[in-house]
C-alpha cells in the first residue's frame, strides 16, 4: 500500500451519487495505426461517481482518459458526455471539454505566466469572462487549494505539490463538471502527495464526479466508489472499493495488488 496517509476519516457513502448518467462509453475502441490500444470499453459514470482507474504501465488507462475530452479519438463505439456524442464535430468537442477538468502528471502550468495568470487565462480567452471576474474566481480557487499567497508567482518557484494545486484551481476556473486526473501525484515527493491528495479529497466531498488514474490505493479505498482494473487494453475487473482490494477476483488483479500493496 501507499504510505501516504489520508488522516481523516472520510465518509464515502455520504457521498451522494445521482442516477443521471454523465458519461456513457460503449464498445469503445481504440488503435494507434495497427496497434489496438484499447478493447471494447463500456463505462457508465454517473454524476458524483468517484472511480479509480488502476492497472499496470501500457494497459491503456491514459489513453481512456484522453479519449473522453478527445485529446485521442476512438476509432469504434461511441462516447457521450452529458449528452453529448463525441464525434469528429468540432463544435461538440468544444461542448464537451468546457464541462470537463483535466489534471495530469506534469503540470502543465505555463511557465511564463502567473499562477494567477494561469488561472485566469483560458475563462478569459476561451469563455470572454472580464478580467476582474476571472481574477476573483481564480482567487477563490487558489484559497481552495490552499495557496492563494502565490498568486503573483511563477511556476518554477513553487514546488511540486503547489504546482500541481494550481493545475487543480486553473482547472477548476473553468466550472468543470466532470474532473478527469491522469497520476497527479506519480510526479511528486512523499511529502507533497498527501496536499495533492487532500485537495482531491475535498472534491469529491463537494460531489464532484471524478475520474481518476492513479496507484494511491489509500485514496482509493478513502473516496471511491468504484475501482476499475485495466489490463492490455481492457477493463478485466470492476467493483467497489473493499471488494476491490479484499477479494479481487482476476488473477492479473490480484498479482497488480500484491506488488503494490
Ligand atoms: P498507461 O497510461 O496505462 O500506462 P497508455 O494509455 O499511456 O497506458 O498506453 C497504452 C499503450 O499505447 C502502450 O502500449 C503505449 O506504448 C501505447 N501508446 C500510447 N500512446 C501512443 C501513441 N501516441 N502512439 C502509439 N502508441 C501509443
Ligand atoms: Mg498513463
Given at each position: 500500500m501507499s504510505a501516504t496517509a489520508i488522516d481523516r476519516d472520510i465518509d464515502?457513502?455520504?457521498m451522494h451519487v445521482s442516477e443521471e448518467v454523465v458519461i456513457e462509453i460503449e464498445k469503445m475502441s481504440k488503435f494507434y495505426g495497427a496497434f489496438?490500444?484499447?478493447?471494447d470499453i463500456d463505462l457508465q459514470v454517473r454524476r458524483g461517481e468517484r472511480i479509480v482507474i488502476c492497472g499496470p504501465s501500457g494497459s491503456g488507462k491514459s489513453t481512456l482518459i484522453r479519449c473522453l475530452n478527445r485529446l485521442e479519438e476512438h476509432q469504434e463505439g461511441r462516447i457521450v458526455i452529458d449528452g453529448v456524442e463525441l464525434t469528429s464535430d468540432l463544435k461538440n468537442i468544444d461542448k464537451v471539454r468546457s464541462e470537463i477538468g483535466m489534471c495530469f502528471?506534469?503540470?502543465?502550468?505555463?511557465?511564463?505566466?502567473t499562477i494567477l495568470e494561469n488561472c485566469t487565462l483560458a475563462p478569459m480567452?476561451?469563455?470572454?469572462?472580464p478580467r476582474e471576474e476571472a481574477e476573483a474566481t481564480a482567487m477563490r480557487f487558489l484559497e481552495k487549494v490552499k495557496i492563494?499567497?502565490?498568486?503573483?508567482?511563477?511556476?518554477?518557484?513553487?514546488s511540486g505539490g503547489q504546482q500541481q494545486r494550481v493545475a487543480i484551481a486553473r482547472a477548476l476556473c473553468m466550472k468543470p463538471r466532470i474532473m478527469l486526473f491522469d497520476?497527479?501525484?506519480?510526479?511528486?515527493d512523499p511529502e507533497m502527495i498527501k496536499e495533492v491528495l487532500d485537495t482531491m479529497v475535498e472534491l469529491a466531498e463537494e460531489g464532484m464526479t471524478m475520474l481518476c488514474v492513479t496507484h494511491e490505493m489509500g485514496f482509493a479505498q478513502a473516496v471511491a466508489n468504484r475501482v476499475i482494473f485495466m489490463d492490455q487494453g481492457r477493463i478485466v475487473e470492476e467493483n467497489g472499493p473493499s471488494a476491490f482490494f479484499?477479494?479481487?477476483?482476476?488473477e492479473r488483479t490480484q498479482a497488480f495488488l500484491s506488488q503494490i500493496i
Amino acid at each position: 500500500m501507499s504510505a501516504t496517509a489520508i488522516d481523516r476519516d472520510i465518509d464515502n457513502s455520504q457521498m451522494h451519487v445521482s442516477e443521471e448518467v454523465v458519461i456513457e462509453i460503449e464498445k469503445m475502441s481504440k488503435f494507434y495505426g495497427a496497434f489496438q490500444v484499447l478493447h471494447d470499453i463500456d463505462l457508465q459514470v454517473r454524476r458524483g461517481e468517484r472511480i479509480v482507474i488502476c492497472g499496470p504501465s501500457g494497459s491503456g488507462k491514459s489513453t481512456l482518459i484522453r479519449c473522453l475530452n478527445r485529446l485521442e479519438e476512438h476509432q469504434e463505439g461511441r462516447i457521450v458526455i452529458d449528452g453529448v456524442e463525441l464525434t469528429s464535430d468540432l463544435k461538440n468537442i468544444d461542448k464537451v471539454r468546457s464541462e470537463i477538468g483535466m489534471c495530469f502528471q506534469h503540470f502543465n502550468l505555463f511557465p511564463h505566466l502567473t499562477i494567477l495568470e494561469n488561472c485566469t487565462l483560458a475563462p478569459m480567452l476561451a469563455r470572454q469572462t472580464p478580467r476582474e471576474e476571472a481574477e476573483a474566481t481564480a482567487m477563490r480557487f487558489l484559497e481552495k487549494v490552499k495557496i492563494p499567497d502565490q498568486a503573483g508567482k511563477y511556476p518554477g518557484q513553487l514546488s511540486g505539490g503547489q504546482q500541481q494545486r494550481v493545475a487543480i484551481a486553473r482547472a477548476l476556473c473553468m466550472k468543470p463538471r466532470i474532473m478527469l486526473f491522469d497520476e497527479p501525484t506519480s510526479a511528486l515527493d512523499p511529502e507533497m502527495i498527501k496536499e495533492v491528495l487532500d485537495t482531491m479529497v475535498e472534491l469529491a466531498e463537494e460531489g464532484m464526479t471524478m475520474l481518476c488514474v492513479t496507484h494511491e490505493m489509500g485514496f482509493a479505498q478513502a473516496v471511491a466508489n468504484r475501482v476499475i482494473f485495466m489490463d492490455q487494453g481492457r477493463i478485466v475487473e470492476e467493483n467497489g472499493p473493499s471488494a476491490f482490494f479484499n477479494n479481487p477476483q482476476n488473477e492479473r488483479t490480484q498479482a497488480f495488488l500484491s506488488q503494490i500493496i
